[in-house]
């Protein structure tokens, strides 16, 4: 099993920033390709941005390319989302997922994730 825990998040005007954390635990950090999805109100939950297990290959959904950036820490078993020039359309509840790493880029279907967080809430006012 893996716990992940998500926080950072908060309400922040438009065009802030926030930085999102994940904290995992429970098994080793560096064997889990980690990536970030969000769902807002009355929506699907869908893709923000993915790392693989060793960081050097990431993806990001296309709302949030050059705004935000994924990046990871396997000393510290911890996952980030720096999220910059936010938008109101980026509130949402942010969660983290966790998947045992493949050969290839991190995935982006959300159905092959294993393991996820609770959620954090990014609320951004106009």
């Known amino acids: 099993q893996v716990q992940l825990v998500e926080s950072g998040g908060g309400l922040v005007q438009t065009g802030g920033s926030l930085r999102l954390s994940c904290a995992a635990s429970?098994?080793?950090?560096?064997?889990?390709?980690m990536g970030w999805f969000r769902q807002a109100p009355g929506k699907e939950r869908e893709f923000v941005a993915a790392?693989?297990?060793?960081?050097?290959?990431?993806l990001y959904a296309d709302s949030v390319k050059g705004r935000f950036t994924i990046s990871r820490d396997n000393a510290k078993n911890t996952l980030y989302l720096q999220m910059n020039s936010l938008k109101p359309e980026d509130t949402a509840v942010y969660y983290c997922?966790?998947?045992?790493?493949?050969?290839?880029?991190?995935?982006?279907?959300?159905?092959?994730?294993?393991?996820w967080g609770q959620g954090t809430q990014v609320t951004v006012s106009s």
């Open positions: 429970g098994r080793t950090f560096s064997n889990y390709d």
């Open positions: 790392v693989n297990w060793s960081g050097d290959r990431i």
């Open positions: 997922a966790a998947e045992l790493r493949q050969f290839g880029p991190p995935p982006a279907d959300e159905a092959v994730y294993d393991y």
